[in-house]
């Protein structure tokens, strides 16, 4: 999954991902791992940021401080993997984060992000995906587009 020009209401927000399950669905809110190391470009005390590990309410798909602006020039970028996603047997089911962004107060520090986490849920690890849900942790998405591309099997 893409996404692209993603632009909130306010700043300093987590966006993240989870995993549901079953035709309704349900959705696994509370047993993921995710974190992430931030490199970037004029960051004013050190290059490199190790992120938010062990956060438990979905994949992060970005963390810490290096979120999202309500800037009208700058966006939020990214892309997620996902994996194991159709097994039905006893696999986590997980994905690889990487974004790009903007710093938390003066919009002058470029920030790449590589992450990523999982889910340990007991019942979403014997079920089979069959949803994803993309949420913001307070405000709204103003603007941006997600785009999923999906493997076809026989």
């Known amino acids: 999954m893409y996404w692209f020009n993603v632009k909130n209401s306010s700043l300093h927000r987590q966006i993240r991902l ?20 931030a490199v970037g470009i004029y960051i004013p005390s050190a290059a490199n940021y190790a992120l938010g590990n062990y956060q ?8 810490g401080s290096w979120t999202l602006r309500t800037t009208s ?13 159709r097994a039905t047997s006893t696999v986590y089911k997980n994905g690889a984060v990487s974004n790009c962004c903007y710093s ?10 590589i992450g990523g986490g999982f889910a340990e849920d007991s019942t979403l690890t014997s079920n ?13 998405m103003d603007t941006g587009t997600f785009v999923l591309y999906g493997i076809k099997t026989a």
């Not at 020039?73 to 996603?85: D, P, V, W």
């Not at 938390?104 to 992000?113: A, G, K, L, P, T």
């Not at 994803?132 to 942790?137: E, G, N, S, V």
């Open 128 to 140: 089979a995906v069959t949803a994803i849900k993309i949420l913001i942790d307070s405000g709204t």
């Open 18 to 37: 989870q995993f549901g399950y079953g035709g309704t669905p349900t959705y696994t809110t509370g047993s993921y791992k995710s974190g992430g190391q």
């Open 104 to 113: 938390h107060e003066n919009d002058q520090y470029q920030v790449s992000m």
């Open 56 to 63: 438990t309410d979905g994949i992060h798909l970005n963390s």
């Open 73 to 85: 020039a700058i966006t939020f970028n990214g892309k997620i993997t996902l994996f194991n996603c």
